[in-house]
């Protein structure tokens, strides 16, 4: 123990002197440091509050079972984190599946693939073979990278991280996306009956509680660990959060909206997200085809797209609804300019739902299923209905009445983006609870 603090120490020393200021700032008071540290730095620092928060930067092993990249909400939180620690000064290397697109500025070491170019979004049976791949790579990245924290996301990711953490003596960061056998189910993995689903569970919550630190996107989340025996101490809200300089309010691009065939002349209704019934897509198109004011569609997003497709058409709303499959998060606010109104009709209540802050973030107002995580983020801002075909078409039908007035909505939505869901702010706080941890 005293060779590691040792060795600590010294990385931290190292690091105070190349970032020590040209010009001594004025301080008004001693330092809040403790007599070893600044004997083993040479005595009183010159540091301010500021530049004591940057006194150690770590070493992160991230761990993220998963096919990242691919432009939806998961991965998304995954890249803003990484990225937001990274611009902070801390050092992180990613291992993941071995598909997916690289993400630019991320350090990712891959597991072997044997071939393998694409992986279906949800639970699948591959996915285990993926794992046991995983886990040995994550090892040998360890033991190179040396980490000062494993950082795992989803409960395999966690696993394999409170296995490293045991062996490297390293503490264990979990960042808690919802309920492991609630999402099997929605994605019919795993029958509601299935002799597995007991041991899932029990699995599922033990790992819950392996972690110093468990982050929650929401709420519910928070309240849902709590309620399984994770201690209160431990959980930490860490909501989802958007880049407001990439999306911010722009007019309509004419070029964008004639390729997609969108009159200009008619509101339009845009989705942003995976194409599954647990996202409520199936809810969704069976509202629309309730709504009797003129209304056009753009539905953004993936897998499942013919399906969609083929039910839009036999409830007769094909044609006022365009699919564009996968869109590059990068081009999304582009597609999301076009919109007058959003749409959030997720149904799954045991995770977050990152998706709502893109609309915000584009001054967008919203008409969204009333789950805590949607309450979350909205506020009273939201416009809520409950999940039923009926309801939620009816909550359509009245915003599209009050259009013109709900623009002042869209711009208290994003107000309220740029100061509570930035990636800077959600980096800042998972500095202070990593250093809580280490």
């Given at each position: 123990?005293?060779?590691?603090?040792?060795?600590?120490?010294?990385?931290?020393?190292?690091?105070?002197?190349?970032?020590?200021?040209?010009?001594?700032?004025?301080?008004?008071?001693?330092?809040?440091?403790?007599?070893?540290?600044?004997?083993?730095?040479?005595?009183?620092?010159?540091?301010?509050?500021?530049?004591?928060?940057?006194?150690?930067?770590?070493?992160?092993?991230?761990?993220?079972?998963?096919?990242?990249?691919?432009?939806?909400?998961?991965?998304?939180?995954?890249?803003?984190?990484?990225?937001?620690?990274?611009?902070?000064?801390?050092?992180?290397?990613?291992?993941?599946?071995?598909?997916?697109?690289?993400?630019?500025?991320?350090?990712?070491?891959?597991?072997?693939?044997?071939?393998?170019?694409?992986?279906?979004?949800?639970?699948?049976?591959?996915?285990?073979?993926?794992?046991?791949?995983?886990?040995?790579?994550?090892?040998?990245?360890?033991?190179?990278?040396?980490?000062?924290?494993?950082?795992?996301?989803?409960?395999?990711?966690?696993?394999?991280?409170?296995?490293?953490?045991?062996?490297?003596?390293?503490?264990?960061?979990?960042?808690?996306?919802?309920?492991?056998?609630?999402?099997?189910?929605?994605?019919?993995?795993?029958?509601?009956?299935?002799?597995?689903?007991?041991?899932?569970?029990?699995?599922?919550?033990?790992?819950?509680?392996?972690?110093?630190?468990?982050?929650?996107?929401?709420?519910?989340?928070?309240?849902?660990?709590?309620?399984?025996?994770?201690?209160?101490?431990?959980?930490?809200?860490?909501?989802?959060?958007?880049?407001?300089?990439?999306?911010?309010?722009?007019?309509?691009?004419?070029?964008?909206?004639?390729?997609?065939?969108?009159?200009?002349?008619?509101?339009?209704?845009?989705?942003?997200?995976?194409?599954?019934?647990?996202?409520?897509?199936?809810?969704?198109?069976?509202?629309?085809?309730?709504?009797?004011?003129?209304?056009?569609?753009?539905?953004?997003?993936?897998?499942h797209e013919a399906r969609y497709r083929a039910m839009a058409e036999s409830l007769g709303i094909g044609p006022r609804l365009r699919f564009t499959g996968a869109i590059p998060y990068a081009?999304?606010?582009?597609?999301?300019?076009?919109?007058?109104?959003?749409?959030?009709?997720?149904?799954?209540?045991?995770?977050?739902?990152?998706?709502?802050?893109?609309?915000?973030?584009?001054?967008?107002?919203?008409?969204?299923?009333?789950?805590?995580?949607?309450?979350?983020?909205?506020?009273?801002?939201?416009?809520?209905?409950?999940?039923?075909?009926?309801?939620?078409?009816?909550?359509?039908?009245?915003?599209?009445?009050?259009?013109?007035?709900?623009?002042?909505?869209?711009?208290?939505?994003?107000?309220?983006?740029?100061?509570?869901?930035?990636?800077?702010?959600?980096?800042?706080?998972?500095?202070?609870?990593?250093?809580?941890?280490?």
């Amino acid at each position: 123990m005293a060779g590691r603090w040792t060795s600590r120490r010294a990385k931290s020393c190292a690091w105070r002197k190349r970032h020590r200021p040209r010009s001594r700032p004025k301080r008004t008071s001693a330092p809040m440091t403790s007599a070893s540290f600044r004997n083993g730095c040479g005595g009183w620092g010159i540091w301010t509050d500021d530049e004591r928060d940057l006194i150690m930067p770590f070493r992160i092993l991230a761990i993220a079972p998963t096919a990242f990249y691919n432009d939806y909400g998961c991965h998304v939180r995954i890249q803003g984190q990484l990225l937001g620690l990274q611009a902070r000064g801390h050092e992180v290397r990613l291992v993941t599946y071995p598909v997916g697109r690289n993400a630019p500025g991320l350090d990712i070491r891959r597991a072997p693939g044997w071939g393998m170019r694409e992986l279906a979004v949800g639970s699948s049976r591959i996915k285990v073979a993926l794992d046991a791949a995983l886990g040995p790579t994550a090892l040998a990245q360890a033991i190179r990278f040396r980490p000062d924290l494993i950082y795992a996301y989803l409960h395999e990711g966690a696993l394999i991280g409170w296995v490293l953490a045991r062996l490297l003596g390293r503490p264990l960061a979990f960042d808690y996306q919802g309920s492991l056998t609630a999402e099997m189910t929605a994605h019919g993995f795993l029958k509601p009956n299935s002799l597995w689903r007991g041991p899932l569970t029990r699995l599922e919550h033990w790992l819950d509680a392996r972690g110093q630190a468990v982050l929650a996107s929401t709420e519910h989340a928070r309240a849902a660990l709590t309620a399984r025996g994770v201690p209160a101490s431990r959980i930490h809200l860490l909501p989802d959060a958007v880049d407001p300089d990439r999306f911010r309010p722009q007019p309509p691009d004419p070029a964008l909206q004639a390729h997609l065939g969108l009159d200009p002349g008619i509101p339009t209704l845009v989705y942003l997200g995976l194409l599954a019934p647990y996202q409520g897509i199936d809810l969704l198109l069976q509202a629309l085809a309730r709504v009797e004011r003129s209304w056009q569609g753009l539905i953004m997003g993936f897998p499942h797209e013919a399906r969609y497709r083929a039910m839009a058409e036999s409830l007769g709303i094909g044609p006022r609804l365009r699919f564009t499959g996968a869109i590059p998060y990068a081009q999304a606010p582009r597609y999301l300019a076009l919109g007058d109104l959003a749409l959030a009709p997720k149904l799954a209540t045991s995770e977050g739902s990152g998706k709502l802050l893109p609309y915000m973030s584009m001054a967008l107002p919203i008409v969204a299923t009333d789950t805590p995580a949607h309450r979350q983020y909205l506020g009273d801002l939201g416009l809520y209905a409950p999940p039923q075909p009926a309801a939620l078409a009816r909550a359509i039908e009245e915003a599209l009445v009050h259009l013109p007035e709900l623009s002042s909505v869209g711009r208290a939505l994003r107000a309220r983006v740029l100061v509570r869901y930035t990636w800077d702010h959600t980096a800042g706080q998972m500095e202070r609870i990593f250093r809580a941890v280490l």
